[in-house]
C-alpha cells in the first residue's frame, strides 16, 4: 500500500519538477547553512554563560560537564523548533497553490481525463510535499545528533518529535490542499490558508492564556471558602480544556512536553496538583497532538476528495 502510493505518477511527477535544476539544492544549502548557525549560536550563548563573565567568553578551555545536558537540551530544543517554523508556514505554502494552480493554469482538466482517481492525486500532490519537507527533516539529523553528543536528550524525545514534525507537515499540507480545492486561482488560496493558519499558531496560546490570567482575579471578589472551590473547579476546568487548546498548537505542544519531561513528569501520562488538595490525571500534550491531527489529515483528506468529485463532474 505505501509502495503504490510512492510510485504514484504525481508524486514522481512534482519530486521531478521540484528537484529538477539548482534551486532545491540552493534551499537545502541555505537551511542548512541557516540551522548550523542557530545551533552554533546557542552553543556560544551557553558556553559564554557558564564562564562567568563576558570577559571569558573567548577562553579556549573545556566548558564544564556539568553544562553538557543544558547544551544538549538547548540545541535539541532550537533545532525542533525551528523545524516546527519550517514546516508549519512551507507545507501549507506548498499545497494551497496545487490544485487551484492546476485550474488556474488550466491543465486540471488535463489531470482528470487521466486515469488517475481523486484518491491518487490527492495522496500525489501531499506525499510529494511530504517527501520534499522529510528531505528537510533529515538533513537536520547531523546538527540534531550534536545534541546526544553533549547529553541529556534520550532517543524517545527524538522519536516524538519526529511524529509531531511528520503529523504536522501532513495536516498543514492536508489544509492547503482542501482550501487549495475551492478557489480557482492560487493566491487566493494561499492567502485564505495563512489567514486560518497564522492566528491559530500565534493567537490560539496567548489567547488561551490571557483568558486564564484575567478568570482568576475575579474569583478573588468571593469569600475565602467560596474562592478556594472556585479555584479548584477552575482550576481541573482549565487544565483539561486549556490543556487541549494548547496541545493542538504546535509550539506551545511542544513548550509543554519538554517542560513536562524536563520536570520528572515522564513522556506519556502524569498528574497535576490543581489548589495543592487535589490531584488530577492528564496525557502528555505530544500524544493529544498527534491524535488530533491524525483525525483532521484524515477529515481534511474526506473533504478534499469530495470536491474534488464534485469538480469533475461539473
Known sequence: MILQRLTNPVIIN?????????????????????LSCSAGTLYSSIYTDS?????????????????????????FAGTIFFLLILVSHLAPAFTAASISGERERQTYEVLIVTPLKAQQIIWGKLGAVFLFLLLLILTS????????????????????AA???MVTTLAFGALGLYISSLNRTAIISI???????????????????TGWSFTLPFAAL???????????????????VSGFLLSINPFSAAILTLVAATNGQGYFFFTQSINNNISIPLVSPWIIYVIFYIFVTWGLIRLTMRQLNHISNY
Open 141 to 160: 539529523l547531523p546538527v540534531q545528533s550534536l545534541a546526544f553528543l553533549f547529553g541529556g536528550v534520550e532517543l524517545t524525545e527524538l522519536m516524538i
Open 191 to 209: 492567502v485564505a490558508t495563512y489567514s486560518i493558519l497564522l492566528p491559530f499558531i500565534y493567537g490560539l496560546p496567548f489567547l488561551v492564556l
Open 14 to 34: 512534482e519530486m521531478r519538477t521540484r528537484m529538477r535544476g539548482r534551486r532545491a539544492y540552493v534551499i537545502l544549502t541555505l537551511y542548512l547553512l541557516v
Open 222 to 240: 468571593l469569600g475565602s471558602q467560596q474562592f478556594e472551590t472556585l479555584v479548584t473547579i477552575y482550576g481541573i476546568f482549565m487544565a483539561y
Open 163 to 165: 511524529m509531531m514534525l
Open 51 to 75: 564562564q562567568g563573565s563576558q570577559y571569558d567568553m573567548y577562553d579556549l578551555s573545556t566548558p564544564n560537564l556539568q553544562d553538557g545536558p543544558t547544551t544538549g537540551k538547548a540545541i
